[in-house]
């Protein structure tokens, strides 16, 4: 499965094809960093998890956009998973000192056979922590025409208290 875009993500962050704020009105730069469709799944799924509250399934768009990580965040896999974990143990009350419902959620969550290093429900979860992200994203500010404007407006979701 991987990963699934929440509904509406990809014209929030002005997608065309694999190219982000494609309606920026300043000429195209080839050389500008690249904002991956990986990039704004993960903005929205750090603060899903951040919320630690799940976002209704029915919110996602009916296929994956990738399965596993770009080459860019194969090296936070294992990050990313651990965030699912605590997440899921924030939203399930699981206290610091139950050891056995701890290892019970992280064997529930990972396989580290899989393209994500999740299971299958693990990667569900992440794209519904997406869903949530997204939902507070579109909350806190406006559709952005460049990844600069983008940026400032998500560096204040975080400081916000």
């Not at 094809?17 to 990039?39: H, I, N």
């Not at 896999?77 to 965030?83: M, N």
Request: glycine share 6%; hydrophobic share 40%; net charge negative.
């Amino acid at each position: 499965m991987s990963f699934i875009l929440p509904v509406n993500a990809r014209s929030f962050f002005g997608f065309e094809g694999q190219r982000a704020f494609a309606r920026s009105l300043t000429p195209k730069r080839e050389s500008a960093v690249r904002f991956l469709m990986f990039d704004a799944f993960y903005c929205c799924m750090l603060l899903g998890l951040d919320q630690a509250k799940l976002g209704d399934e029915s919110r996602l768009e009916p296929a994956n956009f990738t399965v596993g990580y770009p080459e860019a965040y194969k090296g936070q896999a294992e990050l990313i998973a651990g965030l699912l974990v605590d997440a899921e143990i924030r939203r399930l009350d699981i206290g610091p000192d139950d050891r056995e419902d701890i290892e019970r959620q992280m064997v529930h969550l990972l396989d580290l056979s899989s393209p994500s290093r999740l299971s299958a429900d693990g990667d569900q979860l992440l794209n519904r922590y997406a869903v949530t992200g997204f939902e507070r994203l579109r909350t806190a500010m406006t559709e952005c025409d460049n990844l600069e404007d983008f940026l400032v407006g998500y560096h204040r979701i975080w400081v916000q208290p």
